[in-house]
């Protein structure tokens, strides 16, 4: 369905039945990302499923001030409450577990239930961010001058995705596919308004998050594992696991050791 919300035209999905859960992908990601994972989740959540701004079939603005976490947070809060609903269970992936965090801590009523999944909750100095911003910055030049098809074949050639080489090519092909149904424009802008250097940190607020928290990291993604561990330890109420043969995307290279575990989670019931 499509919903307006605070001027920006947002895709959003629906699925499953129970206490809601809003899912939020990453950078080139889609709402349709969490489709496979109605089976886990569908018989106790009801699956909210938005394509974020700049990426699926969501507005791609021209302007990036209008990418900023600050104003994507607050789209999703016109999101539940147009939704009506008071109170939601939150994941986040990469660059969508960024903004869970800044949703949390902007909103803590409105979250029942965190999942963090191989994220941060940003750069702790301003030099590090403005080094950030300036590779953020080539990198959208490189995406509007380049092409899509370019940036979609060096981003999945990148470090971090490694360990999608494993993976059968079909799934590999699958992944390419909804990379290319993206807006230039709208991943350019999302990398300058949204990107890691844009935000501030929030390492320093992660002690007010009262919510139940799952921390996810993949083995084989040893920065992002240190930088989970760490945020686990500054969360009251947080649960780190780390899943063995998995790198960034462990929802993508380990689905059914991911759709278990978040299933688990977000079933049980405490005190």
Same mark, same amino acid.
């Given at each position: 369905?499509?919903?307006?919300?605070?001027?920006?035209?947002?895709?959003?999905?629906?699925?499953?039945?129970?206490?809601? $859960?809003?899912?939020?992908?990453?950078?080139?990601?889609?709402?349709?990302? /969490?489709?496979?994972?109605?089976?886990?989740?569908?018989?106790?959540?009801?699956?909210?499923?938005?394509?974020?701004?700049?990426?699926?079939?969501?507005?791609?603005?021209?302007?990036?001030?209008?990418?900023?976490?600050?104003?994507?947070?607050?789209?999703?809060?016109?999101?539940?409450?147009?939704?009506?609903?008071?109170?939601?269970?939150?994941?986040?992936?990469?660059?969508?577990?960024?903004?869970?965090?800044?949703?949390?801590?902007?909103?803590?009523?409105?979250?029942?239930?965190?999942?963090?999944?191989?994220?941060?909750?940003?750069?702790?100095?301003?030099?590090?961010?403005?080094?950030?911003?300036?590779?953020?910055?080539?990198?959208?030049?490189?995406?509007?001058?380049?092409?899509?098809?370019?940036?979609?074949?060096?981003?999945?050639?990148?470090? +971090?995705?490694?360990?999608?080489?494993? !993976?059968?090519?079909?799934?590999?092909?699958?992944?390419?596919?909804?990379?290319?149904?993206?807006?230039?424009?709208? +991943?350019?802008?999302?990398?300058?308004?949204?990107?890691?250097?844009?935000?501030?940190? /929030? /390492?320093?607020? !992660?002690?007010?998050?009262?919510?139940?928290? !799952?921390?996810?990291?993949?083995? +084989?993604?040893?920065?992002?594992?240190?930088?989970?561990?760490?945020?686990?330890?500054?969360?009251?109420?947080?649960?780190?696991?780390?899943?063995?043969?998995?790198?960034?995307?462990?929802? &993508?290279?380990?689905?059914?050791?991911?759709?278990?575990? &978040?299933?688990?989670? $977000?079933?049980?019931?405490?005190?």
């Amino acid at each position: 369905m499509k919903l307006e919300l605070n001027g920006i035209v947002y895709h959003v999905a629906r699925s499953g039945a129970g206490f809601p $859960l809003l899912l939020l992908h990453g950078f080139t990601g889609s709402g349709d990302n /969490w489709r496979p994972f109605h089976c886990y989740f569908g018989d106790h959540s009801e699956l909210v499923m938005p394509d974020l701004i700049g990426h699926g079939r969501t507005d791609s603005p021209p302007d990036s001030g209008r990418y900023s976490i600050f104003k994507a947070a607050a789209d999703l809060k016109e999101l539940l409450e147009k939704l009506d609903i008071a109170r939601t269970d939150l994941l986040g992936y990469s660059m969508g577990g960024r903004l869970a965090i800044t949703f949390a801590i902007l909103y803590p009523e409105k979250v029942r239930k965190l999942v963090l999944v191989s994220t941060s909750p940003g750069l702790r100095t301003e030099e590090e961010r403005q080094g950030r911003r300036n590779q953020d910055k080539q990198l959208a030049s490189e995406i509007l001058e380049a092409g899509l098809e370019a940036f979609v074949e060096y981003w999945q050639g990148i470090p +971090l995705f490694r360990s999608q080489l494993n !993976l059968p090519a079909e799934a590999r092909g699958n992944i390419k596919r909804q990379r290319l149904q993206n807006n230039p424009e709208g +991943l350019a802008n999302s990398l300058i308004g949204m990107g890691t250097g844009s935000q501030p940190s /929030w /390492w320093d607020k !992660l002690g007010q998050l009262s919510c139940d928290t !799952l921390v996810l990291t993949g083995q +084989l993604d040893s920065k992002f594992c240190l930088i989970g561990q760490e945020m686990a330890a500054s969360i009251a109420h947080a649960e780190y696991r780390c899943i063995e043969e998995a790198g960034h995307a462990i929802h &993508v290279e380990e689905p059914e050791k991911f759709g278990t575990i &978040v299933s688990r989670f $977000l079933s049980k019931k405490y005190g």
